[in-house]
């Protein structure tokens, strides 16, 4: 297929409005799905368990099985509405969206409608300058998520020239909450930055809740990125495109980016826009058509049968009201304050999508500095080189655990790289690849002496240099050492043994 033709993004943008929208799906760390007793593989004892155990006759839509909504599902889904600025309803309702799929066995999902749970909110997103933009919220809905298909045979894993598929219902019935904006306008060119920035402030809220991992990269946390344009001056909204489950922040950031720029040039060129859903390639930093979208008659939503109301007492709503967490925006300013970063330091934390990484690493015990370090330098440049983000390579748990190995100076820097290429691996925790490398920093004075010994040896005038007061000649000998301990060496003791050395 030929690569279609892309629009300069400043000239798109000098020529178009881009609106955008987004629907964040929230799958919520339940021990039990949304409306049966199977276990939820959205949490991590769940996560990688063979296809179809994690099933009941409900998930199936077995004949007879009938559906029991999940309390715990409800709370965290009005504990998220309220952090999220929203009105609860005091009444909300369950619908079916009908539609035919293999992964959704009854062929419909329960989900709400026009009455969710939650409506009418606003969340302050933080832009890379510090800019504040207020992102209008139109609800938070409760629904059950579909089962997951894999299509073998192909050459890009779709189904488009798959010899076969492959349902796995193990994720069909977890719940979620999807979060929907109403259109965002005037976002201009920073419309990809506010998009990285939004799904970001999402997943830091709902974090902080507890109410989920939001790991992208596992799904816990996807976005479906709307983006439509009208030429200057034109009030009627254009035709959008909704490209669905972007699982990293950096692709939602590049997933708009590239829309505004495709749309554009058909645009310009006096072609239209087909409403459809795209899918966005991480490989080639484009998306590809989907199906024609749906509009919501299409689903043939109605109230579902088996399931009353939502009607949660106003002493509950002010029970989880008091028990939310500080807000994104007032944690940032608190953590600023009490790490002591230069607005710069902290910026760039911000920035890289970070500082629930940091802030939990330096709640693991790690000093802020320390944490700061390895997620922004070798775990950021990894991530970057692979096109990944940071926080798929490893847990603020592992880099707390490694800044403890060099704050008692187990670990050398140099060895701590090392460690944390063994994280990344998924080798295991810092203390077990210490333990299986032997990458422990070696402060024996018998091993130290015989590498000294051996690397004076090849150098016999360093010692007299020593004496005539060049000191700095040790440097050479340290260097043999460390080189042929592989980096294991105390350099410091190495340095005091060389000048008792001397003396002698």
């Known amino acids: 297929m030929a690569k279609p033709e892309l629009m300069d993004f400043d000239k798109a943008i000098e020529l178009f409005e881009p609106v955008l929208g987004f629907e964040v799906h929230v799958e919520l760390s339940t021990k039990t799905k949304m409306f049966s007793d199977a276990p939820n593989p959205a949490n991590d004892d769940g996560h990688g368990a063979e296809p179809n155990t994690l099933i009941t006759p409900v998930d199936l839509g077995l004949p007879g099985s009938l559906p029991v909504v999940n309390g715990q599902a409800v709370r965290y889904s009005i504990s998220l509405g309220l952090a999220l600025g929203c009105s609860i309803a005091p009444s909300s309702r369950f619908a079916r969206k009908n539609y035919?799929?293999?992964?959704?066995?009854?062929?419909?999902?329960?989900?709400?409608?026009?009455?969710?749970?939650?409506?009418?909110?606003?969340?302050?997103?933080?832009?890379?300058?510090?800019?504040?933009?207020?992102?209008?919220?139109?609800?938070?809905?409760?629904?059950?998520?579909a089962g997951k298909l894999t299509h073998v045979g192909g050459?890009?894993?779709?189904?488009?020239?798959?010899?076969?598929?492959?349902?796995?219902?193990?994720?069909?019935?977890?719940?979620?909450?999807?979060?929907?904006?109403?259109?965002?306008?005037?976002?201009?060119?920073?419309?990809?930055?506010?998009?990285?920035?939004?799904?970001?402030?999402?997943?830091?809220?709902?974090?902080?809740?507890?109410?989920?991992?939001?790991?992208?990269?596992?799904?816990?946390?996807?976005?479906?990125a709307n983006v439509s344009l009208r030429p200057r001056g034109q009030e009627k909204l254009g035709t959008r495109t909704e490209t669905k489950n972007v699982n990293s922040l950096r692709s939602v950031e590049r997933a708009v980016r590239y829309e505004?720029?495709?749309?554009?040039?058909?645009?310009?060129?006096?072609?239209?826009?087909?409403?459809?859903?795209?899918?966005?390639?991480?490989?080639?930093?484009?998306?590809?058509?989907?199906?024609?979208?749906?509009?919501?008659?299409?689903?043939?939503?109605f109230p579902e049968p088996d399931l009353l109301p939502v009607e949660p007492s106003l002493d509950l709503i002010e029970e989880l009201r008091a028990a939310l967490p500080e807000s994104p925006a007032l944690m940032r300013r608190r953590l600023k304050t009490d790490?002591?970063?230069?607005?710069?330091?902290?910026?760039?934390?911000?920035?890289?999508?970070?500082?629930?990484?940091?802030?939990?690493?330096?709640?693991?015990?790690?000093?802020?500095?320390?944490?700061?370090?390895?997620?922004?330098?070798?775990?950021?440049?990894?991530?970057?080189?692979?096109?990944?983000?940071?926080?798929?390579?490893?847990?603020?748990?592992?880099v707390a655990e490694l800044v403890a190995l060099v704050d008692a100076g187990t670990l050398t820097d140099r060895l701590a790289r090392q460690v944390l290429e063994g994280v990344i691996a998924g080798e295991g925790s810092p203390d077990e690849i210490v333990e299986a490398r032997g990458l422990a920093?070696?402060?024996?004075?018998?091993?130290?002496?015989?590498?000294?010994?051996?690397?004076?040896?090849?150098?016999?005038?360093?010692?007299?240099?020593?004496?005539?007061?060049?000191?700095?000649?040790?440097?050479?000998?340290?260097?043999?050492?460390?080189?042929?301990?592989?980096?294991?060496?105390?350099?410091?003791?190495?340095?005091?043994l060389i000048l008792e050395r001397a003396q002698q």
């Open 260 to 301: 505004i720029q495709r749309q554009a040039a058909i645009l310009a060129a006096g072609g239209t826009i087909i409403q459809e859903t795209r899918h966005w390639h991480e490989d080639t930093g484009r998306t590809s058509p989907g199906r024609p979208k749906s509009d919501a008659d299409d689903y043939r939503y």
């Open 441 to 496: 920093v070696v402060s024996d004075d018998g091993a130290l002496i015989a590498a000294i010994d051996e690397a004076l040896a090849a150098q016999p005038d360093v010692l007299a240099k020593i004496r005539d007061g060049k000191v700095q000649a040790a440097g050479a000998v340290i260097g043999a050492v460390m080189k042929a301990m592989r980096g294991s060496a105390d350099a410091a003791r190495v340095r005091e």
């Open 339 to 398: 790490w002591g970063f230069s607005d710069v330091d902290f910026q760039a934390i911000v920035n890289a999508g970070l500082l629930v990484e940091v802030s939990e690493t330096v709640a693991a015990g790690a000093a802020p500095q320390a944490a700061r370090k390895w997620w922004m330098g070798e775990l950021s440049r990894t991530a970057n080189e692979r096109g990944v983000d940071a926080s798929t390579l490893a847990t603020p748990q592992q």
């Open 100 to 145: 035919f799929y293999p992964d959704l066995a009854k062929n419909y999902q329960i989900s709400q409608y026009d009455e969710p749970i939650a409506f009418e909110g606003s969340v302050e997103v933080e832009l890379e300058d510090g800019r504040l933009v207020q992102v209008p919220i139109e609800r938070a809905h409760m629904e059950e998520d």
């Open 155 to 224: 050459a890009t894993g779709r189904i488009q020239g798959a010899e076969y598929s492959l349902v796995d219902y193990n994720r069909a019935g977890v719940p979620l909450v999807e979060i929907v904006t109403k259109p965002i306008f005037g976002a201009e060119a920073d419309a990809p930055q506010l998009a990285k920035a939004y799904v970001s402030t999402i997943r830091d809220i709902v974090r902080a809740l507890g109410i989920s991992d939001a790991r992208m990269e596992r799904g816990n946390l996807r976005c479906d």
